[in-house]
């Protein structure tokens, strides 16, 4: 069983899109998150959920949206795509925010031309 | 801001030898945790220490923390080619309402058979 499942692991899409990518947890976590890492393998956090609350949100372009139907979700979804977006997006979930172990999906491989 | 600055950015060792990664951060902190990474998969979480530990084991894995120098030091024995790998530590800040994990530059571990 895959305990953070985010698909799709690869899109390839065309500046000006608007794109959705999901995450889901099986684990029972309370909090989930969104990661971005660029090129040179830097990590980035965006956004966090706990209980269907966004409690961190950095400085990212407001055409990200983060979506919480429930707690064992959290999809991303990016309007108006540039190709600085481009980039491998992690989801990732911990029963508590920073205070435990992060579990992470395989990752997402956004590519915008 | 990247919290964490992993030393070396790259490091090249035989099968068998023991690899010393390091991790130098800014602020003060509630715990430090170690993550690995496989090319082109997720982070996996390998250990955490708290702030109030000095030195913790698991498996071939030595972490030592030094909250006086704000440094960490992963050791992996008898290292394996399965261990090549980006290891990355990450902190998790003091204070705060909302904590978040934050991510050093990660060190690129190659082991040679």
């Known amino acids: 069983d895959t305990a953070v499942s985010q698909t799709p692991k690869y899109l390839v899409t065309q500046m000006g899109n608007d794109k959705s990518i999901k995450c889901e947890q099986n684990?029972?976590?309370?909090?989930m998150y969104w990661y971005k890492q660029d090129s040179k393998k830097f990590l980035k956090i965006m956004f966090s959920?706990?209980?269907?609350?966004?409690?961190i949100n950095e400085t990212v372009p407001n055409r990200f949206s983060p979506k919480s139907p429930d707690k064992a979700h959290l999809n991303l979804h990016i309007n108006s795509l540039e190709l600085g977006d481009s980039a491998v997006y992690f989801c990732?979930?911990?029963?508590?925010?920073?205070?435990?172990?992060?579990?992470f999906g395989s990752g997402t491989r956004l590519t915008v031309v | 801001s990247q919290q964490g600055e992993e030393d070396p950015q790259a490091l090249s060792i035989q099968e068998g030898e023991n690899a010393t990664m390091n991790c130098s951060y800014k602020?003060?902190?509630?715990?430090l945790q170690w993550y690995r990474q496989n090319s082109g998969r997720g982070l996996v979480h390998l250990i955490l220490?708290?702030?109030?530990?000095r030195e913790k084991h698991s498996g071939r894995l030595r972490v030592t923390l030094d909250t006086s120098k704000k440094s960490s030091s992963l050791l992996i024995t008898a290292s394996r080619a399965a261990d090549t790998a980006s290891y990355f530590c990450?902190?998790?800040?003091?204070?705060?309402?909302?904590?978040?994990?934050?991510f050093g530059s990660g060190t690129q571990l190659t082991v040679l058979p």
């Open positions: 990732a979930s911990s029963p508590a925010q920073g205070r435990y172990g992060y579990t």
């Open positions: 959920y706990n209980n269907k609350e966004l409690i």
């Open positions: 220490i708290r702030s109030n530990e």
């Open positions: 684990l029972g976590h309370d909090t």
């Open positions: 990450a902190t998790d800040p003091l204070g705060g309402s909302a904590r978040q994990l934050t």
């Open positions: 602020t003060s902190i509630n715990n």
